[in-house]
């Protein structure tokens, strides 16, 4: 087993034995490294003043560089990758980078702490994507704060930074980048100890089966978004962690005729293009899901796995009916996704199990799907209610129909009994006002900072009629596409 953790920090080789598992890259750069241009603002992932840049080697032995929250970033899964900050945009002339030189020709900083955030999410895309539209540019910094600017001279930066007469030095150097991190790669599994704590990443599924057996009680980590927060949030200790995030196996998105499989390892970034072009609501509800930042870390099988009630992907994956994979001591076992969830904070996973894969059927071509996500923010929030319908009609009537809901019950649910109430009937006005009569009567939510009970119980019953005008009267969602574009 290999005993050190390995990375590049810029173009310097980085060399750990004895590493905290659940120290963060934030403050190894702050506290050990003397790297402070990177800041902590939240230590929860959401207002990007710690934004760093990784370089991973894709499948073919390409450099992908993504921006990532280095506060709930957990040191010892650098491991392979190339960790770049602040402090590497600086030229041996002196010259500012493209992302920081529009940022003070646009003038998008004043006091400054946010700043070196910004200027890294505006790297990361200038090393990724060739003069992204408006809409994506506002993607990207939907996870980097501002207190004191605005945005509207960030948003220009972004598009000014690509006129300028550049060659990026990281892009130049990237064939050098990509020999030096194959020659860090592992066979076998990463095993570190710090005092009486220890952490595993397995490269295969093979030791993660392994490592599992031997601590069942282990904590699986994945991309840290959730599990990133137990420890600077609610300062948990964790004393055997289990990274998955090196599981070759629990990569690679492979399509089929009838369905789209799924690694658990799959990052929502990487997931979001296939997914949005076989399903387009659910594209635009991951465009939502939390922020650039965190979907480039977070993964649908750590999404799914947690379990959260006011998770947005499962009710989605729900009402498609896609299935699990688990795999454990005993093999391989399937499951409907929904009988996944037990209780709150309670999983049909038993000891020494993880979520191998995720299957989702593709839509037939009779079927239709809609998905909707209610919350107080555009960008960035968490659902008061996530809900998605999938019916097919035959000669008027309801052949089949599911659903899938959020944060109206404790845990991911679908609602059987409006489901049966529709199950046959004409798809007309009569028989969607019963289902909402229902549908308004099946749960029973809470009622929290999101949002009150009755709030929640009214709007699930207005979704379905959402869903029912939507796909009656085509011409409705399109007046509503123009209008959201318009504004």
């Known amino acids: 087993m290999t005993q050190a953790v390995r990375f590049l920090l810029g173009d310097q080789p980085i060399e750990l034995h004895d590493v905290d598992p659940t120290q963060t890259v934030l403050q190894w750069l702050r506290n050990d490294a003397g790297r402070r241009g990177s800041k902590e603002g939240c230590a929860e992932g959401d207002c990007g003043a710690c934004t760093v840049v990784l370089g991973r080697v894709d499948d073919n032995d390409r450099m992908v560089y993504r921006a990532v929250n280095a506060c709930i970033l957990f040191m010892p899964t650098l491991d392979g990758c190339q960790l770049l900050t602040v402090e590497h945009l600086k030229t041996a002339d002196g010259r500012l980078h493209p992302a920081q030189q529009a940022m003070v020709d646009c003038h998008g900083s004043q006091c400054g702490f946010c700043t070196p955030g910004f200027v890294m999410s505006l790297f990361a895309l200038y090393l990724s994507e060739d003069r992204p539209s408006r809409q994506r540019i506002n993607d990207v910094l939907a996870g980097n704060l501002c207190r004191c600017t605005g945005y509207h001279p960030i948003v220009n930066a972004a598009s000014l930074m690509y006129d300028y007469d550049w060659q990026d030095p990281t892009l130049a150097k990237a064939s050098e980048t990509v020999a030096c991190l194959v020659s860090m790669r592992r066979s076998d599994t990463l095993a570190l100890t710090h005092g009486a704590r220890r952490y595993f990443a397995p490269v295969d599924i093979a030791g993660l089966a392994t490592a599992m057996a031997d601590y069942p009680e282990a904590t ?3 991309g840290g978004t959730d599990v990133g927060l137990w420890v600077t949030k609610r300062h948990m200790t964790l004393d055997t962690v289990i990274y998955v995030g090196d599981v070759a ?54 999404n799914i796995a947690n379990g959260s009630p006011i998770g947005d992907s499962m009710p989605v994956l729900i009402a498609l009916g896609a299935r699990l994979t688990l795999r454990g001591p005993d093999g391989a076992r399937e499951m409907p996704i929904e009988d996944y969830y037990i209780d709150y904070g309670k999983q049909d996973r ?82 969607a006002t019963a289902a909402e009569a229902v549908l308004a009567k099946e749960f029973s939510p809470l009622t929290d900072m999101r949002a009150s009970e009755q709030y929640r119980r009214l709007v699930t019953s207005r979704l379905l009629r959402k869903f029912y005008i939507e796909t009656t009267q085509p011409e409705a969602r399109t007046r509503v596409l123009e209008d959201e574009t318009e504004a």
Not at 257 to 282: K, M, N, Q, W, Y
Not at 385 to 407: H, L, P, Y
Not at 409 to 429: D, F, I
């Open 350 to 431: 038993r000891p020494g199990e993880f979520v191998e894969r995720i299957r989702v059927p593709v839509l037939a071509t009779d079927e239709h799907f809609r998905c909707y996500k209610i919350s107080k923010r555009f960008d960035q929030d968490i659902s008061a209610v996530c809900a998605a319908f999938k019916i097919r009609v035959e000669d008027g009537r309801v052949a089949a129909i599911r659903t899938g809901f959020g944060g109206v019950a404790a845990t991911p649910k679908r609602a059987v009994s409006t489901e049966a109430a529709l199950q046959g009937q004409p798809w007309n006005e009569a028989t």
């Open 220 to 222: 699986l980590l994945a």
């Open 249 to 302: 196996e629990l990569h690679g998105i492979k399509e089929t005729d009838g369905a789209i499989e799924i690694g658990a390892a799959v990052t929502h970034s990487d997931a979001i293009g296939v997914l949005a072009r076989h399903f387009p609501d659910f594209g635009e509800l991951l465009r939502r899901f939390a922020s650039t930042l965190i979907r480039n870390s977070s993964t649908v099988g750590g």
